[in-house]
Structures are given as C-alpha cells and as structure tokens.
C-alpha cells in the first residue's frame, strides 16, 4: 500500500498545509471518494511553483490519467502552483482468490458470455483484450470456446505453443495479448473435437492451470455460446471477477440470452455488463438504421440488473480485420469503431474496479497487492 500522508511534514512550501487541504477535496474518477482518504496520493512534495506526488491508479487508460491531472492542477492552481510532475503507479484491484486459486497471478477473470452463437461474442472479447493490453494492462485472453475456436482466426496465429518444461504451457503473444486455444493444439482444424463433459472440464482446467500466464492484469475468456457447463466449472475453480453479456438487438436472439443472465445469477457471477453489438448500421451519409430492431440491450441490461456497456455498430471493417487476423483495435487503432472498443474496455475496467470497491465494503481503496509498476508523465 502507498504510505498514509503525514500533515505537519517538513514544509517546504509556505502554503503546504493549505495545499495539503486542497488535495484533501479531490476525488478518485473511478471511486468518487477522497483520493487521500483511499490512500492513492503518494508523499507529495511542493516547491515555489512545483508539485510533485505519487498517484496509485486502479484502471488502465490516459482518460483516467488526465482526468485526475486536470482534478489536482485545477485545485493545486489558485496556490501558484504551475508545475506538476505525477509518478503514476497502475495497481489492478485483484479478485477475491479462491483457497487453491489455478491463477493467484492473474488479477481479473472476466467471462465474455452470449446465449447464441454468431452475436459478435468472439470478436468483442478479442478487441476488449487488444484494447486493454494497448491502455497498459498485462492482459491474455483465453478461447474457452472448445468446440468452435476462433482465437486462431482472430488473431492470425496457427502455431503450435511450446513449453520449457514439459508441465507448463507457454502462451503465445499477439498485439500485446497473452493467447490459449485449443486451435494452437489442433493438427487440422477443420476436424470437429469431439468431447464429453469430464474431458471438456478436464481441458479447460488445464488451459487455465497449465498455462504460463504470469502476472496479468486481466484474463479474459472467450466461452462457448449456450448456457452450458463451462461456465460452471469456471465458477466453481475459479473465483472470477464477473461476466460480459454479449447480445443483438432482434427478439429472437433475446430469449437464449436472458436464460445466459439467469445461469449468471444461479452461480452466484456478477454481470458486469450487457453488450449490444450489431446494435445499428451508419451509412455513408451518417444515418443510422437500426436493421435488427431496437432496445434488445437495454431489456437484457434490465432484466440482469447490469449496465448496457456499450451499443456497437455493424461495420464491415470489423468483419474484414477478423478475417486478415488482426482485430480492428489493432489494425485500424483511429477508426471510429476501435476506439468505440476501447472506450467500451475502459468502462469495462472501472466497473471492475468500482464492484472489488463495493465487495470489500467501499471503505478503502480495493486490494491491490503485488509489484508496483511506476510510470512517469509529466
Ligand atoms: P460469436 O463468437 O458470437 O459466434 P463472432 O465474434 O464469431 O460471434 O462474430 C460472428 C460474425 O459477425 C463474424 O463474421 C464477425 O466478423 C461478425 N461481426 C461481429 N461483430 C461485428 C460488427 N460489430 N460489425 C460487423 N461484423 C461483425
């Protein structure tokens, strides 16, 4: 944890205290209460015109970085201060980890979910992945989808992972994302695997296990279509921090996908929430067309008593990077669809953030033990 802030330190500044004060009012973006009460301001220092402090983050992002700038220099300003130099500290706030936790590494575990296939699941989880890894977090991404892996399509990888040493399974890196499929295992992949259910827990387990994830900020796992057992064996392994619910607008699609958010609440697993992709078309001259209805994501968002994330457009470019193997986040970084995928993987990081906030009792900052990694902007 940072250091708790001492008033009455050696002055340096003939207005400390006062500036110290002024700190005191500014709170956190992500948890709206006093940054200096939750312990994320680092022995901060003034000279004539300077400041310069510590700040702990608890998402990835340069909004979040600038907005809590903004916050100090506005308050910091009326004091002559002109000057503010931020040792930046991103701390994921970590899940509650089970006894015999597979991953006490892996800080986050988010369940991208849909009750159909063919929503956009796949490639929602692969930008939010991209997307996270481009703000600075240490992110894999994991195709629990046994039956039907697209891992290997998305991001344009087909070889075989290796190991150093016979037990551990080095995963392979693309676009700044740590990546498992069973599609890397796979001699042809157009071969249908045919698994029952022990197997099916028994691989998946292993993919999570057997895998040399390391330190990562977020795991996301992409799991199979339908309601089945795989989120089960998750939830019942592993303590995962939530699930992303990935739907269309169309009636039809809505019904299997309210009996996804129903399996969520059966299992005890926070809906962090509703994506609604392919939610509208934009033409050539700006006009939307809302082409399979409208409202599906929000009655999904209500009726799972989450937060609609994120309304995504069909564009053909999503389609078109996904084919090529490189996810449009990453291919086409300025498009207006990437940076929809980023904003929706920057709130997808505070509402993370914001429930370890609210599960450990909204008094103090969320656990966040483990290394420090200091980055400076000044
Ligand atoms: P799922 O994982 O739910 O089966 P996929 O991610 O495989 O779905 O997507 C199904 C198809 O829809 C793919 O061809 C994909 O390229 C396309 N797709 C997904 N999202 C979009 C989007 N926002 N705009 C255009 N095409 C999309």
Known sequence: MLRELT???????????ELLDALGTISDPVFEKPMLELGL????????????MG??????????????????????????????????????????????DPVPHVRNIVLVMSGKGGVGKSTCAANIAVALGQAGAKVGLLDADIYGPSVPTLFGVHEAPTSEDGKLIRPLEKHGVKLMSIGFL??????????????????????????DWGELDYLVLDLPPGTGDVALTLAQHAKVTGALIVTTPQELALQDVYKAVSMCKKLNLTILGVIENMSHFIDSAGVSHALFGSGGGAKVAAFAGAHLLSKLP????????????????????????????????QDLTVRIARHLFEMGGGQKAPSTDGPRRLRIMR
């Open 41 to 52: 301001v680092d022995s901060p220092t003034f000279t004539d015109n300077e400041a310069s």
């Open 55 to 100: 700040v702990q983050l608890s998402c990835p992002g340069p909004e979040i970085q600038q907005e809590i700038r903004t916050r100090i220099e506005q308050v910091l300003a009326p004091f002559g201060i002109t000057k503010l130099n931020i040792h930046w500290d991103l701390k994921v706030p970590i899940r509650q980890l089970a006894s015999e």
């Open 314 to 345: 069909i564009d053909p470019e999503v389609g078109q990077c996904n084919d090529s193997g490189v996810p449009v986040v990453a291919a086409k970084p300025n498009s207006a669809i990437a940076k929809a995928y980023s904003k929706l993987a």
């Open 7 to 17: 008033y009455g330190s050696t002055m340096s500044h003939p207005k400390e205290k």
């Open 186 to 211: 796979m001699d042809d992949p157009t071969q249908a695997v045919v698994w029952r259910g022990p197997m099916l827990h028994g691989a998946l387990m292993q993919f999570i296990k057997d895998v």
